[in-house]
């Protein structure tokens, strides 16, 4: 279940690996020891248009939503998210705006988008 997403803006492209983050964000969530290997799902998603606060969009982003069924400790999805973070600034310093949200997913809710 866990789902590693990775929305940026278009500009952030010209100055990060956009591929090589992707895949050291995914090992990141791999080597965690928190999920079972299989059922990792990562992902990037471009985006085109966007704005944030009064500068519109003069200023570059990449946000991180990692979802999750729930049974992590809330120690656990800190330490998970302080990773992702490291590694979210080691390569991508030069972005104004970085987030990571590590984001439960009620089970029951899951098992609904399943049927």
């Known amino acids: 279940m866990p789902n590693l997403v990775m929305e940026y803006s278009n500009s ?3 100055r990060v690996n956009v591929q090589g983050l992707l895949e050291d964000l995914h090992k990141v969530a791999l080597q965690s020891g928190l999920f079972d290997i299989g059922s990792v799902k990562s992902r990037s998603l471009r985006c085109d248009h966007w704005l ?3 500068e519109g969009d003069s200023v570059d982003f990449i ?3 990692f979802e999750l069924l729930d049974g992590r400790t809330p120690e656990q999805k800190r330490e998970l998210s302080r990773q992702l973070m490291a590694e979210l600034q080691c390569q991508a310093s030069n972005v104004q705006s970085l987030t990571v949200n590590i984001r439960d997913m009620d ?3 899951f098992q609904k988008a399943l049927n």
Do not use: A, Q
């Open 107 to 109: 089970k029951e809710c």
């Open 12 to 14: 952030v492209d010209e």
């Open 52 to 54: 944030i606060g009064e």
């Open 63 to 65: 946000h991180i939503s």
